[in-house]
């Protein structure tokens, strides 16, 4: 008897497995199993920035008011993601700031006389090519999630910036090489509203 009771039970299980196998599977993506990777033309980006910049050098407090130490500064880049951790950008910048600087100082306005306290207007231009490695921190500690708006990116990278100074050649004042060029490694974070637990 116990056998007839055994092989039933065997004849139901095979049944069932036979009706589960010929049915339709579905796949739903894991990503906590690992990343399904696009192609290499897929995940490059652009990146406009603009904004202002505040000079806090040595004399740069001593403008006559504070609305003239604020200067431009734009970017532009391009950039790929490998992963969804992991990318890269390259791209350029451009910056005029603007402060207070002695009589003799290399970025000096010269068509400008001096602030009553003695200082001159300083202002220059510089151009720059940078490189950075970009983190995406929110798809790394709370998962990726395709459907996600905001991310927290800390990037870090090294660049070049020469720097332009309006100077006299002959009667007219154009922009000239300054000779006070600087090659620099620098690093940041973009925080953005965080992530929830997927």
Not at 23 to 31: G, I, N, R
Not at 66 to 88: C, Q, T
Not at 124 to 143: Q, R, S
Request: include cysteine; glycine fraction near 12%; proline fraction near 4%.
């Amino acid at each position: 008897m116990k056998k007839i009771v055994l092989l039933a039970l065997a004849s139901i299980a095979l049944c069932g497995a036979s009706n589960a196998v010929a049915q339709e599977v579905t796949y739903v993506e894991d990503c906590s199993q690992g990343y399904l990777m696009n192609r290499n033309a897929d995940n490059w980006f652009i990146t406009a920035e603009g904004g202002a910049n505040v000079l806090v050098g040595k004399h740069d407090v001593k403008t006559d008011k504070f609305g003239n130490r604020i200067g431009a500064n734009a970017g532009l880049y391009v950039g790929k993601w490998v992963s969804p951790n992991f990318g890269f950008r390259f791209g350029g910048t451009w910056a005029m700031p603007k402060g207070a600087t002695t009589a003799n100082g290399t970025f000096r306005k010269k068509n400008d006389g001096p602030f009553e306290n003695g200082f001159y207007p300083e202002k220059f231009m510089g151009i720059g090519a940078e490189f950075d490695v970009l983190v995406n921190l929110t798809n790394w500690w709370c998962g990726y999630r395709p459907g996600r708006v905001y991310n927290a990116v800390a990037h870090g990278g090294a660049g070049a910036r020469w720097n332009l100074r309006r100077a006299y050649k002959g009667e007219n004042l154009e922009w000239r090489a300054s000779h006070d060029d600087v090659m620099f490694l620098h690093r940041s974070a973009e925080q953005f509203p965080c992530c929830k637990a997927p």
